[in-house]
């Protein structure tokens, strides 16, 4: 195979004309934009870095150099320039926009026209974070696509004071892009401003959860519920998207969705955020529905999910706790099924008979190593077989975890496969039953400081 070469011409780092840095991000450039033509190959680089063959990039020798350059664009051209540049390069181009508009005192109308415009512009032609991230090694500090950087939307909106493209945003953009997200200080500017202008698009955005966004939504839900503002309003909103998240939830983890694609959810942090949202605004038929449910849930662990999240809320709710009844009656349940599993203690074999259940295969050999299991007076098994059928029996044990050795002696033909019985089951079950003790003193500390 020949070699390959293959190129591009990219700017990125900028400062504007005043030598302030501006987070256009990585903007493609065409040869026939540089002047005069021949400035890359005539002129040495400012900078030269290369990565040569290693392991992971495969035959690969990669070579960048940087120049810097001037960029000059038409003004008439300046949003078509942005927008062609990515949906990055456009948020920061609005962000200028909008800081120039403060300041402007003549003609603010027709300024203020042009960020609207612009910023419609931007929704229209928006494209996901997540699929245009790359980053480029040879860059000490990449100016990587971060969510951060486009959250930057949010308050140049604000300032243009145009709620309805925060409500397209919200409506049309959140849908499809999990990356954007609504800070905790973009939502305490809404707060202020009053929900009524929002609610609708809220309400079309949690309509809409899906498996990608779902883990953001919850955020959003909490970070709502949890803020300081006892007007009706808030309640209304808090209690419609309650009822619209705890669907969500149940139906993405429904057996209908399958687990092909699962839900990529961190459990423990969705009761966490759950539990102090409905807390916040005091919907108790919710909280005990979802805790209800989750406890019935498979992927709701009681072990990983329901008791670690247990323990992190008492120090969350503080007093609040107290008062909680579905949160009390849920620490009763946990503290049940803690008490279930550690009513008898893990007992140490007696004999040597085993447990000697075989999954998934009914063949003879399975057999014989199934009869040896069973049978309490023998501690040993020799099986002399040809490769193929020892190999059958190492995945069998391993895969069963049968409580025996399997070893092969390497004499005589065929080799003999020798079986020591251990007490592998007993000693993980002690492992699982000490565990599960001190999660029950935990539980049953917590309970009692409930009162
Ligand atoms: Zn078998």
């Known amino acids: 195979m020949g070699e390959i070469y293959d190129y591009s011409l990219t ?41 040569g063959y290693t392991v992971n990039a495969g ?174 309003e808030h309640k209304m909103l808090c209690n419609q998207l309650a009822a619209m998240i705890i669907e969500a939830i149940e139906q993405m983890d429904s057996p209908q969705h399958g687990s092909r694609n699962a839900l990529k959810l961190d459990r423990k942090e969705v009761i966490i955020d759950m539990v102090r949202a409905c807390d916040a605004f005091g919907d108790s038929k919710l909280l005990r529905r979802f805790l209800t449910w989750q406890m019935d849930h498979p992927c709701y662990e009681l072990i990983a999910t329901n008791v670690p999240a247990a323990i992190e809320l008492v120090t969350i709710l503080k007093e609040q706790a107290k008062k909680n009844r579905p949160f009390r009656n849920w620490i009763k349940a946990i503290l049940q099924e803690l008490r279930s599993r550690t009513r008898t203690a893990p007992v140490k074999p007696k004999n040597w008979k085993r447990h000697s259940k075989i999954t998934n295969c009914k063949c003879a050999d399975c057999q014989r190593l199934s009869t040896f299991l069973a049978d309490p007076t023998q501690p040993e098994a020799r099986f002399p077989m040809a490769k193929l059928r020892r190999q059958h029996l190492h995945g069998i044990i391993d895969r069963n975890q049968c409580d025996c050795t399997h070893e092969t002696l390497r004499v005589g033909s065929p080799q003999v496969l020798v079986c020591k019985k251990t007490t592998g089951s007993y000693e993980r079950a002690c492992k699982v039953y000490d565990q599960d003790l001190k999660h029950l003193a935990a539980i049953q500390k917590i309970e009692a400081s409930l009162g």
């Open 11 to 51: 700017a990125n780092h900028w400062s504007n004309r005043h030598g302030k840095k501006v987070s256009f991000g990585k903007i493609p450039l065409e040869e026939n934009e540089i002047v005069p033509p021949d400035a890359l190959t005539e002129t040495d680089p400012s900078r030269e870095d290369f990565e």
């Open 59 to 232: 035959m690969t020798l990669e070579r960048w150099y940087h120049r810097a350059a001037i960029i000059l664009w038409p003004r008439s051209r300046q949003f078509q320039v942005w927008c062609d540049a990515g949906t990055d390069a456009a948020i920061a181009g609005l962000s200028q926009m909008v800081a120039k508009f403060k300041k402007t005192k003549k003609g603010r109308e027709e300024r203020l026209v042009e960020c609207r415009q612009f910023a419609a512009t931007i929704i229209e032609t928006w494209r996901s974070g997540q699929t245009d991230y790359y980053w480029d090694s040879s860059e000490p500090d990449p100016m990587k696509l971060s969510p951060m950087d486009r959250e930057s939307i949010w308050m140049a909106l604000a300032e243009l004071g145009e709620p309805r493209l925060i409500g397209r945003v919200i409506e049309e953009v959140m849908v499809k892009d999990q990356s954007l997200s609504l800070s905790t200080t973009f939502l305490r500017w809404m707060s202020k401003q009053g929900w009524s202008d929002f609610i609708p698009s809220l309400i079309s955005m949690f309509t809409q959860t899906k498996k990608e966004t779902l883990g953001r939504n919850v955020v959003i839900f909490r970070t709502i519920a949890t803020m300081r503002n006892q007007s009706g």
